[in-house]
């Protein structure tokens, strides 16, 4: 019964910020390593970046600096936080686990549009 519930996102302007969050149920959230991916329109589904559970961190190169993912161990949360958002950004963006026999789970998915 795992489940990823993702809130947040929306609409904002270039160089707006957004925080997206993604509540994960169903395993010890503690022990697991979460990411975030990203879909745009046409295009194929992107890592955006992970976390560890010792809270490493890793970025794409084009979010590099503008965003950071961060976990709430107490709240089996996970978050996006993004700044300096460009038109660029905008896509559909997924939060994801891997569990350790290779089944992997998606949240439902929130919107991100960034536009003037």
């Known amino acids: 019964q795992v489940q990823l519930v993702q809130s947040g996102g929306g609409l904002v302007q270039p160089g707006g910020s957004l925080r997206l969050s993604c509540e994960v149920s169903?395993?010890?959230?503690?022990?697991?390593?979460m990411d975030w991916y990203r879909q745009a329109p046409g295009k194929q589904r992107d890592l955006v970046a992970d976390?560890?559970?010792?809270?490493?961190?890793n970025y794409a190169d084009s979010v590099k600096g503008r965003f950071t993912i961060s976990r709430d161990n107490a709240k089996n949360t996970v978050y996006l936080q993004m700044n300096s958002l460009r038109p660029e950004d905008t896509a559909v963006y997924y939060c994801?686990?891997?569990?350790?026999?290779?089944?992997?789970?998606w949240g439902q998915g929130t919107q991100v549009t960034v536009s003037s």
């Open positions: 994801h686990y891997r569990n350790f026999v290779g089944v992997e789970y």
């Open positions: 976390i560890t559970d010792r809270g490493n961190t």
């Open positions: 169903g395993i010890i959230f503690s022990w697991a390593s």
